[in-house]
């Protein structure tokens, strides 16, 4: 729909900018004009400049600027035409919409009811919850235990969903509406397909959990996440997507924090509900949270709109690490010389609320303050695992900050870091900057571009959830990358596994196939069956090993992906938990048949250590040739750079001195066929 330029000049001329951006700036007359704190960025002297005769903003410290549209889109992250019917809707105007066909008109205005009916819903059902706290002692107890006072309580809208299973069904008198399951209050089980809409069975999401509501900018209610009182799996459950919810874009918080951006100075990203609410109880109002996933780029540029320095907080054991590391990729495009991008990895005993209740508030903020910026950890994570005492490590280093350093915006920061890294690797920035330069990223076999992922930066690829892990490497134009057997088509010639033998007299590891019919199982096949099986190793998998794992091709890809997801948003979770969240998903069939086949009987009691032992070394010798294979694929892109590429045969030599350690590793635990 495109909304008539007469229209929108009539509409900047009705509104006052005065009025619109007073409603969330504090504006005091200076003159001709209005002044005031700026919003976007964090400032002590007010150097925003509103005007009321050319309805115009203007911050002398940013540069941010616009009309009262260009406000709402900003501030209150609506779109552009949605920030037109909010303002058109202010002043009581009607936007045309002559140029748009009578479908497209009835399905906007069908989508614009929808959304508000859904927020309605999502209003009233937290009000609801609020009330049930009232007569909820355990619930009070526990919010008691956890140090967070009625105020507190009351600023974030907290409350309780009872333990019954049709407790709505006294606040919506018809339960049976669809609008409450397109909300992700109630679960509608249909029994796969077996039943019809009026047999099938509802009940409420959320029982016996505290529920925290999920508000947008505009503080309207998109979603809740609720926390069970006791140990119960999952911990804590989201609100699925909705058409007024993705948690790939929303932070728990942000309604309540914006202002607090200004006043603090800086953003606190944490990693649950109940560090927010006890960080604003405990002196920072600051702190806002992902929901149950991984930071995106959504989740920067939507800070970034408020302010110019984030601190993201992490725990500091390995499950910390790797969380920091996705938040690291997501931030990456935003790093420009004006802005703050910090990391804070607190004891591993300690979370951001017990740390400053043993420490105190003062002690937390030093902390923050002396956080690690942006640029030092992008070059410890480049250069994990390489051994820069070696030139096959300072050429693995090199290969894996490429990728890094090319998402970042170009700037000051970005060409210092070029420097700094070609220190590290005995290279002169020309040098590197060149090779970097002769070297294009990743390609297809045949010479075509990687495609791009959704929402990731342009150029950006390889060790950080790109298609190659060494994007310097250009294949030849007949290599193609390993495949691996799957439920699909298959695409190449299906090896024959035999136990205790070679496969085609190459390097091969024997596989002993599962119980029941079918194919044997291919690498992939294992992994899969082994982390279903106990999840809490995928936990205890490197970086690397988990984005192999997730650029797999097909449905194995896709699986431990979503495996991933799980592991951020609930923890770690038993089979049986994991089989019911892979309903109705694309790769169910493949956990299913993998986890069918492979079922056995109990553990024999006592042997329960010993059989967690067993399992983890198997899987351990699965990546190992599963990486050592896609390290093989590499050095063949390396040979056939030889004669083009100066420095390919210095990455093929870095790459075998990869290979042999994992050769040696496999042999000393006798995974090695002979």
């Known amino acids: 729909m495109t909304i008539p330029a007469s229209f929108i000049q009539e509409l900047i001329a009705r509104a006052d900018v005065v009025e619109i951006v007073g409603r969330y700036v504090q504006l005091k007359k200076a003159g001709a004009n209005f002044m005031g704190l700026c919003p976007f960025h964090g400032e002590k002297s007010p150097s925003f400049s509103v005007s009321p005769t050319k309805q115009f903003y203007h911050c002398f410290g940013c540069g941010v600027h616009g009309n009262a549209i260009g406000f709402l889109m900003e501030h209150a992250g609506m779109g552009f035409v949605e920030a037109v019917h909010d303002l058109a809707g202010q002043y009581g105007l009607q936007v045309p919409e002559d140029d748009a066909s009578p479908a497209e008109r009835a399905r906007a205005a069908s989508q614009r009811q929808k959304q508000a009916t859904l927020t309605d819903v999502l209003e009233k059902a937290g009000d609801a919850y609020r009330k049930h706290l009232r007569q909820a002692p355990g619930a009070i107890e526990y919010l008691k235990g956890r140090g967070v006072s009625g105020e507190v309580a009351k600023q974030f809208g907290i409350g309780y969903a009872p333990a019954g299973w049709r407790a709505l069904a006294s606040v919506f008198p018809d339960y049976d509406d669809p609008l409450l399951a397109e909300s992700g209050l109630v679960i509608v089980n249909n029994e796969e397909g077996k039943l019809s809409d009026e047999e099938a069975k509802r009940y409420d999401r959320f029982r016996d959990r505290v529920m925290f509501p999920i508000r947008n900018v505009k503080g309207e209610c998109i979603g809740f996440g609720g926390r069970v009182l006791g140990d119960e799996k999952p911990k804590y459950l989201n609100s699925p997507e909705t058409p007024v919810f993705s948690k790939g874009r929303e932070l728990y918080g942000l309604y309540e924090a914006r202002a ?59 499950a910390g690490r790797r969380a920091a590391r996705k938040a690291l990729d997501g931030a990456l495009p935003y790093a420009t010389d004006v802005r703050s991008i910090k990391f804070l990895f607190l004891p591993a005993e300690h979370d951001p609320d017990s740390f400053i209740r043993e420490h105190g508030a003062e002690a937390f903020a030093r902390f923050v303050s002396e956080a690690t910026p942006l640029s030092r950890f992008m070059l410890e994570a480049a250069r994990e695992g390489c051994d820069l005492t070696t030139a096959e490590g300072r050429a693995h280093m090199t290969s894996n900050v490429r990728p890094l350093w090319s998402a970042m915006p170009d700037g000051a920061l970005k060409r210092q870091l070029l420097s700094e890294i070609a220190t590290l690797v005995q290279l002169d920035a020309p040098a590197l900057s060149e090779l970097w330069a002769s070297t294009p990223g990743p390609r297809k076999a045949g010479g075509a571009p990687v495609p791009q992922r959704q929402g990731e930066p342009s150029g950006y690829g390889g060790g950080s959830g790109g298609d190659d892990y060494y994007p310097d490497m250009p294949p030849p134009q007949d290599y193609e990358p390993p495949r691996y057997e799957s439920d699909s088509k298959p695409r190449f010639q299906q090896r024959k596994f035999v136990k205790g033998k070679r496969w085609g007299g190459k390097f091969e590891e024997p596989i002993e196939p599962l119980r029941g019919r079918g194919a044997p199982p291919s690498r992939p096949d294992v992994a899969v069956r082994l982390l279903l099986s106990n999840m809490a190793q995928w936990e205890a998998l490197s970086h690397e090993l988990h984005v192999m794992l997730c650029d797999l091709p097909g449905q194995h890809g896709a699986l431990f992906t979503w495996l991933d997801s799980q592991l951020h948003e609930h923890g770690v979770q038993p089979w049986a938990a994991l089989r019911e969240g892979l309903r109705g998903l694309d790769f169910e069939p493949l956990a299913e048949r993998l986890m069918s086949v492979s079922e056995a009987g109990p553990v024999p009691e006592g042997e329960e250590a010993q059989h967690l032992a067993d399992a983890a070394r198997e899987l351990s010798s699965v990546l190992d040739f599963m990486l050592d294979d896609l390290l093989k694929a590499q050095q063949s892109e390396a040979i056939a750079a030889v004669g083009k590429d100066p420095k390919a045969l210095e990455r093929y030599k870095a790459l075998e001195t990869r290979r042999l350690e994992l050769r040696a590793r496999l042999r000393a635990s006798g995974s090695e066929t002979a």
Request: charged fraction near 20%.
């Open 260 to 318: 607090a951006f200004r006043d603090r100075g800086y953003a606190l990203v944490t990693e649950g509900y109940m560090d927010v609410v006890a960080l604003a109880q405990l002196g920072f109002p600051n702190a806002v949270a992902t929901l149950g996933t991984a930071c995106t780029t959504e989740h920067v540029q939507k800070l970034f709109r408020f302010t110019e320095s984030v601190v993201f907080s992490f725990d500091g054991d390995a």
